[in-house]
C-alpha cells in the first residue's frame, strides 16, 4: 500500500515568489493535515481537515497561507508570497479519523532565499 | 512554559546500554500520549502509545505519571539502528497532537 505522497520533495525559490505543495494522502484516510518543521523542532500544526472541511486552521498564516481539499483526498498548500522565515520542512499527514495513527509524507523541504 | 518539553540532548550512548528520556506536559487535560520515532531528514514515525498502565514493545517501554506530568520512555540493549530523534507527543483533548522538540539519541559501537 502506498504511503502519504508528497511532491516536490525539495524547493528553492526567492523571497515574494509564490510556492505550493502538494499531498495525496493514504487511501481511504479521510484526516489530512499540514505541519510545519523547522531544525531542530517538532513539527507543529497548519491545518487539520476532515474531509474536504478545514475543521483546525488557527495556526495557519492567514495572510500569505492557504490551502485546499477540494474533493476531500488530495490537498495543496500554497505560500504566497513566501517570506525568508518560511524556509522549513512541510509535513503533510494523514489518518482513518482524527484519533487514529497519523502517517506522515516524507516532506517538502523550502528554501527561501 | 511550552506545552511539552523534551531534553534536546544528544544522547551519546555504548550499544548496550540503556537509556531513559523524559518529558513533560503542561496541560492536565491532555488525553492521549506517544512516543514518534524520526531519523535524520526523514518523516516521523509512530514508536508507541502511551498507557496510562505503562506499556512495553520489546526493548521499549514507555510510561505515564499523570500526577507529574510527565511521560518516559527506556530503551535497553540499545542498537546502532537506535540513532535517531524520539518526538513526544501529546494529544490535547482538541484531538490536536503537540510535538516536543525531540531528543536526539545516537548510539556508539
Given at each position: ?6 511532491s ?25 493535515y499540514?505541519?510545519l ?7 507543529e500544526?497548519l491545518?487539520?481537515y476532515?474531509?474536504?472541511?478545514a ?10 497561507f ?12 500554497k ?21 487514529n ?13 | ?36 520515532r ?26 505515564l ?6 511521560i ?18 501529546v494529544?490535547l ?17
Open positions: 500500500e502506498a504511503g502519504v505522497v508528497q516536490p520533495r525539495y524547493k528553492i525559490i526567492e523571497k515574494k515568489q509564490p510556492v505550493a505543495f502538494w499531498c495525496n494522502p493514504i487511501s481511504g484516510h479521510n484526516t489530512l499540514w505541519y518543521q523547522n531544525l531542530g523542532q517538532g513539527p500544526l491545518i487539520r476532515e474531509n474536504e472541511e475543521v483546525d486552521d488557527s495556526q495557519l498564516p492567514k495572510d500569505r492557504s490551502a485546499e481539499r477540494l474533493k476531500g483526498v488530495d490537498s495543496t498548500l505560500i504566497q508570497p513566501a517570506e525568508l522565515g518560511d524556509s522549513a520542512v512541510y509535513l503533510c499527514a494523514s489518518s482513518l479519523a482524527r484519533e495513527e497519523q502517517f506522515f509524507g516524507p516532506g517538502t523541504r523550502l528554501t527561501v532565499l | 512554559r511550552k506545552e511539552v518539553e523534551q531534553d534536546p540532548g544528544p544522547f551519546n550512548v555504548p550499544e548496550g546500554a540503556t537509556v531513559a528520556f523524559n518529558c513533560t506536559y503542561s496541560n492536565s487535560a491532555s488525553q492521549s500520549f506517544f512516543w514518534y524520526q531519523d535524520c531528514r526523514k518523516e516521523p514515525k509512530l514508536l508507541m502509545s502511551v498507557y496510562s498502565s505503562g506499556n512495553e514493545d520489546g526493548r521499549f517501554t514507555a510510561q505519571n499523570r500526577a507529574s506530568q510527565y518516559s520512555l527506556l530503551i535497553r540493549d540499545s542498537k546502532l539502528s537506535d540513532s535517531a530523534t524520539y518526538l513526544c507527543v494529544n483533548n482538541t484531538d490536536k497532537l503537540i510535538f516536543g522538540t525531540g531528543t536526539r539519541l545516537q548510539v556508539f559501537p
